[in-house]
């Protein structure tokens, strides 16, 4: 009889207990849409929307013109003199002017909304016996204006809607002891678990308002701007995921602030404490990660090892040069710092077997040479990169602001994709003209030749490079490490908060 009488009190308590829940939840939605706060950030998150996608648009759009100059500035050096390429980079002259092999780099149109690192991408490479010439950033920053940072999308987000997040839950326990609503209401039949759930799900419906308005307000000022974001499915694949990622963020933060206001006992104090930590995370810890990932694994620019690698292959060449005249005269006979039988050179069967071999040996060694400075660069690089990142991923905002990024390939993604697609060339026009160039220097004493073997190779028969997709599935799958952190931390944040308010003293 007893279980038989415990059964239906037990099948009454269930809906009870999800009656409470909704009925918190509806009235934190209520109290969050009507207070103040939440009226002004919205408000300001929708007059800064059009604004951000303004500049977004006219950067994007202004990096698109400059793209289409240069692939038309290529074409027609293609169609003159320099279309037949000797494999070397004479200066002032456009015989033989390297830039027609040229990859130039177009922006991504998703850039509107996250700027990530499109803009400070190489504008081109070039293609030059040494290696790979990089070319300057595709927008260059020359006003102290630029130097404060992007307003965009992602900034929007990760600022503005991550201090609202912060700022409608620091209250959300603290709060609700001072003014006496937290030991009436859990005088109630209602848990803590479920007290806690409804002000999540109040906060997580409240959050969402804003975060609509930002991405509706956004779509529709690109549109109007001139940039069609949403040209295909896997477009709107791309804006759902960064909607999600966003909400994940803000739910973060926003689960942050309960488990601040959980373990003080004063709003005021919450309020403080929330403030620091989010200055700090969001503000403070990013830059700092990236300053002291230099401090403890520093590396050289690159301009630095472009500079190192230009020096070292004109050392390397002038010794290869020397080295053809060392072969000229033991095969001609002829004396030191003259070059009286030039004419004849591309008869003298003799020599041309001698140089071809000198030029294997002078290849082999420059590709070792600075293949090291490259591939030491690289990994020093490389191990910089993941300590700037083991400590930024303390901060929600810099894991949101990555995966944002690689979701809108504007990330460390796109760059090493083009860094592949670059490289893959380079071996191509490596095996195709650098390495057996049909022309080169002959230095012999104080006297020097341009030795032209043949007239050169013509563009169309050099390998075409081909630029890296924007793949949606690469772009999530680059971006799937920074979304699992993500959720990891909000899930962490949420079951501490359970955790401290379930030991939480209401008196």
């Known amino acids: 009889m007893s279980a038989g009488?415990?059964?239906?009190?037990?099948?009454?308590?269930?809906?009870?207990?999800?009656?409470?829940?909704?009925?918190?939840?509806?009235?934190?939605?209520?109290?969050?849409?009507?207070?103040?706060?939440?009226?002004?950030?919205?408000?300001?998150?929708?007059?800064?929307?059009?604004?951000?996608?303004?500049?977004?648009?006219?950067?994007?759009?202004?990096?698109?013109?400059?793209?289409?100059?240069?692939?038309?500035?290529?074409?027609?050096?293609?169609?003159?003199?320099?279309?037949?390429?000797?494999?070397?980079?004479?200066?002032?002259?456009?015989?033989?002017?390297?830039?027609?092999?040229?990859?130039?780099?177009?922006?991504?149109?998703?850039?509107?909304?996250?700027?990530?690192?499109?803009?400070?991408?190489?504008?081109?490479?070039?293609?030059?016996?040494?290696?790979?010439?990089?070319?300057?950033?595709?927008?260059?920053?020359?006003?102290?204006?630029?130097?404060?940072?992007?307003?965009?999308?992602?900034?929007?987000?990760?600022?503005?809607?991550?201090?609202?997040?912060?700022?409608?839950?620091f209250d959300a326990v603290a709060g609700e002891k001072e003014m006496g609503t937290l030991r009436a209401v859990l005088a109630q039949p209602v848990s803590r678990t479920s007290f806690l759930t409804g002000k999540l799900l109040g906060g997580l419906a409240t959050l969402l308002v804003p975060l609509l308005v930002l991405f509706l307000a956004a779509l529709v000022a690109a549109s109007l701007f001139g940039a069609d974001l949403l040209e295909s499915a896997a477009d709107l694949g791309r804006l759902a995921a960064l909607f999600a990622v966003a909400l994940a963020y803000v739910m973060t933060l926003y689960a942050f602030g309960l488990l601040v206001s959980a373990l003080v006992t004063r709003q005021k104090t919450a309020l403080v404490v929330v403030l620091v930590c989010w200055?700090?995370?969001?503000?403070?810890?990013?830059?700092?990660?990236?300053?002291?990932?230099?401090?403890?694994?520093?590396?050289?620019?690159?301009?630095?090892?472009?500079a190192q690698k230009r020096i070292t292959a004109e050392a390397l060449e002038h010794e290869t040069e020397e080295a053809r005249g060392a072969a000229y005269r033991e095969v001609t006979g002829e004396a030191e710092g003259r070059m009286s039988k030039a004419s004849s050179l591309t008869d003298d069967t003799a020599l041309q077997a001698r140089l071809a071999e000198l030029q294997a040996k002078a290849w082999a060694r420059s590709r070792r040479t600075l293949g090291e400075i490259q591939s030491n660069w690289e990994r020093r690089r490389a191990a910089q990169d993941r300590v700037a990142w083991v400590l930024a991923s303390c901060s929600p905002g810099a894991v949101f602001a990555r995966a944002a990024a690689e979701l809108c390939d504007v990330g460390d993604g796109q760059r090493r994709r083009w860094e592949e697609a670059t490289r893959w060339q380079a071996g191509q026009l490596e095996r195709a003209l650098f390495e057996n160039p049909p022309a080169f220097y002959l230095r012999n004493g104080s006297a020097s030749i341009f030795f032209q073997r043949n007239a050169g190779m013509p563009v169309s028969d050099l390998p075409v490079f081909t630029p890296p997709r924007q793949d949606m599935a690469a772009s999530l799958a680059q971006a799937l490490p920074s979304l699992a952190l993500l959720l990891v931390l909000m899930v962490a944040l949420m079951l501490a908060g359970y955790r401290a308010f379930a030991r939480y003293d209401v008196r």
């Open 279 to 306: 200055v700090l995370l969001t503000l403070a810890l990013p830059p700092m990660a990236s300053l002291l990932a230099r401090v403890v694994m520093p590396a050289p620019s690159l301009q630095t090892i472009e």
């Open 5 to 169: 009488a415990t059964t239906p009190r037990s099948r009454a308590t269930v809906p009870s207990q999800w009656q409470a829940i909704r009925a918190i939840a509806q009235r934190e939605i209520i109290e969050h849409l009507s207070s103040l706060r939440f009226l002004v950030i919205t408000a300001l998150v929708l007059g800064l929307a059009p604004l951000s996608v303004y500049v977004g648009v006219r950067d994007w759009q202004g990096r698109s013109a400059d793209c289409q100059r240069r692939v038309a500035e290529r074409e027609q050096l293609a169609k003159g003199p320099a279309g037949m390429v000797r494999g070397m980079d004479l200066p002032f002259t456009q015989e033989n002017d390297l830039a027609v092999l040229r990859a130039v780099r177009s922006p991504v149109r998703w850039s509107v909304l996250v700027r990530g690192v499109d803009a400070d991408l190489p504008a081109w490479w070039d293609f030059t016996p040494a290696g790979i010439s990089v070319g300057p950033p595709a927008t260059q920053t020359d006003r102290l204006a630029d130097v404060y940072g992007a307003l965009d999308v992602e900034f929007l987000v990760r600022v503005v809607l991550g201090l609202l997040a912060v700022l409608l839950a």
